[in-house]
T-cell receptor, first 114, second 116 residues
Framework: NAGVMQNPRHLVRRRGQEARLRCSPM?????VYWYRQLPEEGLKFMVY????????ESGMPKERFSAEFPKEGPSILRIQQVVRGDSAAYFC????????????FGPGTRLTVT | GNSVTQMEGPVTLSEEAFLTINCTYT??????LFWYVQYPGEGLQLLLK?????DKGSNKGFEATYRKETTSFHLEKGSVQVSDSAVYFC???????????????FGKGTKLSVIP
């Protein structure tokens, strides 16, 4: 059973460009969570999605950031007009049911904004 | 709000040495506490957990005890191996602050290197 997949693993964008990060949850998992780890910080919760629904986006910046989890395909975290402060590692986790105990994490996408 | 503080790394130990990684937390409710491990190139994996005061989580020779009086959840292992080299994250979930119980709050991580 494949684990949580994230791609790309590394992404370099110039200021002002768009970044799209993809997350494929484990098979059978319909709950997806995104976390961000800024340099020298711990992982911080951004958003929780179920299929076709955003359940909790309280940790996501109000502007330039959006997330989706369509009926088919991976979850996408989209960052428009990236700035240097967006440089971070972005982790996705998935679970079979809503849970803090059973979140399975992907390897992360490291975004660098130049 | 909730927060987790864990000891700064990196930590370098010889094989078979005793390991302690300190973790303290701040929470408004009654949190559940976790240790996650991240091996090079992989995602975070749940190592152990404790859901109430005085609970001891254990797995693969690692242990941590939920100490409410000192708000701590220190990770210990009696004899580390080279294969334990990884980054270790302490984390909590706490629905008492009004946040969803699914929200994990993490420490910064501690990198452990074990040398033969």
């Amino acid at each position: 059973n494949a684990g949580v997949m994230q791609n790309p693993r590394h992404l370099v964008r110039r200021r002002g460009q768009e970044a799209r990060l993809r997350c494929s949850p484990m098979k059978g998992h319909s709950h997806v969570y995104w976390y961000r780890q800024l340099p020298e910080e711990g992982l911080k919760f951004m958003v929780y999605l179920q299929k076709e629904n955003i359940i909790d986006e309280s940790g996501m910046p109000k502007e330039r950031f959006s997330a989706e989890f369509p009926k088919e395909g991976p979850s996408i975290l989209r960052i428009q007009q990236v700035v240097r402060g967006d440089s971070a590692a972005y982790f996705c986790a998935s679970s079979y049911s809503v849970s803090s105990y059973e979140q399975y994490f992907g390897p992360g996408t490291r975004l660098t904004v130049t | 709000g909730n927060s987790v503080t864990q000891m700064e790394g990196p930590v370098t130990l010889s094989e078979e040495a005793f390991l302690t990684i300190n973790c303290t937390y701040t929470a408004t409710g009654y949190p559940s506490l976790f240790w996650y491990v991240q091996y090079p190139g992989e995602g975070l994996q749940l190592l152990l957990k404790a859901t109430k005061a005085d609970d001891k989580g254990s797995n693969k020779g690692f242990e941590a005890t939920y100490r409410k009086e000192t708000t701590s959840f220190h990770l210990e292992k009696g004899s580390v191996q080279v294969s334990d080299s990884a980054v270790y994250f302490c984390a909590l979930s706490d629905s008492g602050a009004g946040a969803g119980s699914y929200q994990l709050t993490f420490g910064k991580g501690t990198k452990l290197s074990v040398i033969p």
